[in-house]
C-alpha cells in the first residue's frame, strides 16, 4: 500500500480546503500580529502630508509625477493656480527602511459615485505596512511626516486670501532671511521664543482649562516691518498665513474664521479700521453706522477673549494708530503681546548700512542721518540703499526723509 503513491491524488483534493482554513484562521493572523499597517486616503486632511513627505522619503530610482501642493480644487476663477507643485511618487507598491525597519507602501485608487446625478469621484490611498510589531515606529513616522511639514513652512509661507466666504491660497512667499530683518532690540528673537513657547504648551493650557490661543498686536508707523515681522514670525512657528478682508461683517468674519486652514496664523491688517466702534459718555461700546461693511467691536472682542474664542487661534493684529483703538480692545487677556515698531534708529541705519554695502557706515554719514529733521522709515533706508551705491548714498542723503501724517 506505502509502495503505491497513488493513494496523494486522492489526498491533495483533501488537503486544499485544510490548507486554506489553515491559512485563513492561523498562520494568517500569525504573521499580521508580526507587522503594523495602516491607511490614509486621499479624503483625509493630513493626505497632501504624506503625499509630499513620499517625494524625499522613498529612492530616487521610483516612478514620480508632478502634483499642486494644494490637496484642494482650485476654482476655474482663481489665476494664480501655479503656486508650486510637489514630485510625488505614481501609482504602485514602494519599498523603504523607516529607522532601521522594513516598511512597504501601496498607492493606489478606486473611482466611487458616477450613479443618477452624482459624478465620478477618484479616491486615492497610502497603504502602509511595516514589518514590526512595535508601534513605536508608527508613531514615530508620523510625528516625522508632520515636521516635514513645519520644515517646509519654515522656508516658504503660504498665503490665504478669502474668495466667497471662503480660503483660497493666493501665493507661496520664500522666507526673509533673518539677517534682513532691522528691529531695535531684536525684537523678533523676543517674539519668536514666545511664539514657539506657546506652541509647545498646548497640554498644559488645557491642564488648566484654558484655551490654546494667543494675540499680538504690532502697532507703529508705516513702512517699519510689521506686515515682514508677521510673516517671519509666523514661518518661524511653521505656520501660514490667512489675510482677513477689511470689508467683512460679522457673519462673513465667522464664516471664516470657522474655515481657517490647519496650521494658520490669522493676520488682521489695519485693525483701527476693520470694526466700527465708538465709545460712548458712559464709557460703553456704541456701535455707529459705516458704508462699507464692518466687524462689530463685540464680535471681536468675543473671538479674542471670549465665548466665541478657538482653540488654536494665533491672531497677529496690526495698526497704524495705536491711539485710536478702543480701551477694551487692549484689555490684557485679549491681547498677549503689544509691540510698538519705531522708525528707523541710528543703530538700525547703521545695520541696514552694512546689510546693503558690506561695510560699515562712514561717521560722517551717521553724523548726517543724525542731523535730518524728519526721522525715515525702515523702508525709506532700504530703498534709499538700493538706488543709490555706498558713496552716492551719503551725496543724497536729503533723500532718505519721510513726512508722518496721523489724523
Known sequence: MWGDASWLLWLIPTLKPLWVWVWTHILKNFFKGLLVTFRVQSTNNSWHLYQSALGTLLPNNINLKEKDKFHTDQPDWFENKAVGTDLVPAYGTYWFKWKGVRAQVKYSSIESGGGGSNAKSTVEFFDFTFFTRKRKYLKSFREHVASLEIQNRQKQTTVWTSRWSSWVPYSIRPVRPENTLFYDNNIHHTLSADLKQFRESKE???????????????????????????LWLAAQAGLDVAILPSQIDDAGFLELLNQVPKHTAIIMEDVDVLFAASKSRDGEDKEKSSDGKKVSLSLLLNVLDGPLSKDGLVCFLTTNYFEKLDAAFTRSGRINKVVGLGLASTDIFKRIFKSSYGKEAPESFISKFDSLEQIPSIADLERHFQEFDAENAEVHYKAIKRKITVD
Open 204 to 230: 498644559a493650557y488645557h491642564n488648566i482649562g484654558a484655551l490654546h490661543k494667543r494675540a499680538y498686536l504690532i502697532h507703529g508707523p508705516p513702512g517699519n516691518g510689521k506686515t515682514t515681522l508677521v
